[in-house]
């Protein structure tokens, strides 16, 4: 049984360029969940998707958007890219039927670097 | 709103001994679930352990516990019988209504296990 499978494992861009992160979610879940985690800071929310629909959405700009496709897939993509974007993106997948008590399963994460 | 915080930012233990991660948390809601995750260099993020708001016993699960005391709004983790392999940063997070069930997390706590 898969679990959360993330690409690229690393990225290196530079600064004003575009970056799509893609996942696949653990086998029998349908919600995927996106975070960003900055060096010595806990992971934070950025999004998550639930029938091919953003539902919830963090604390961050436009310039972060994603898709959720019919096989549960999703992408992240982030325009216009920031020194202050480096970061490893985390995607947690999960069943929205029992998002209260059972956890969600994390990919092992994209690590983006902007130069 | 929900908070947790992890007020340790570096443990450390001898080899086979046990030690306590400390996690508070803060939420209006009456129903959530408190969840312990461990994150390794290599960056994916292990879930560990689980306690529900209603749960009247203390979840076990191998050589993790969780000490829940609802009244302190504590739910610590207890790691018996350390081993080497258990170096890592670990994250405490909540799931409540109020957040439409999106894990918050704590900015972690690093343990290094010494031989």
């Known amino acids: 049984d898969a679990g959360v499978t993330q690409s690229p494992t690393h990225l290196i861009k530079t600064r004003g360029q575009q970056v799509t992160l893609r996942c696949s979610p653990k086998?029998?879940?349908?919600?995927v969940s996106w975070y960003q985690q900055a060096l010595g800071q806990g992971p934070q929310f950025i999004f998550q998707y639930y029938e091919e629909e953003e539902r919830q959405r963090g604390n961050f700009p436009d310039r972060f958007s994603g898709h959720q496709f019919p096989n549960y897939s999703s992408e992240l993509n982030v325009n216009a890219l920031l020194l202050g974007d480096s970061a490893l993106y985390l995607c947690a997948s999960s069943s929205q039927r029992d998002r209260l008590n059972q956890p969600q399963h994390f990919g092992d994460g994209t690590r983006l670097s902007i130069l | 709103a929900q908070k947790i915080t992890q007020t340790q930012p570096g443990m450390f233990v001898q080899e086979k001994e046990a030690v306590t991660l400390d996690c508070t948390y803060d939420t209006s809601d009456q129903s959530y679930g408190l969840f312990w995750y461990k994150q390794p260099s290599s960056g994916e993020m292990i879930f560990l352990i689980y306690?529900?708001?209603?749960?009247?016993q203390n979840a076990t699960e191998g050589r993790y516990s969780l000490n829940f005391q609802k009244a302190r709004k504590s739910a610590n983790l207890v790691i018996s019988a350390s081993q080497l392999g258990d170096s890592a940063m670990y994250f405490c997070?909540?799931?409540?209504?109020?957040?439409?069930?999106?894990?918050?997390f704590g900015r972690g706590t690093s343990l290094i296990v010494h031989p």
């Open positions: 086998s029998g879940h349908d919600t």
């Open positions: 306690q529900g708001s209603y749960d009247e």
């Open positions: 997070a909540m799931s409540a209504s109020g957040g439409s069930y999106i894990p918050t």
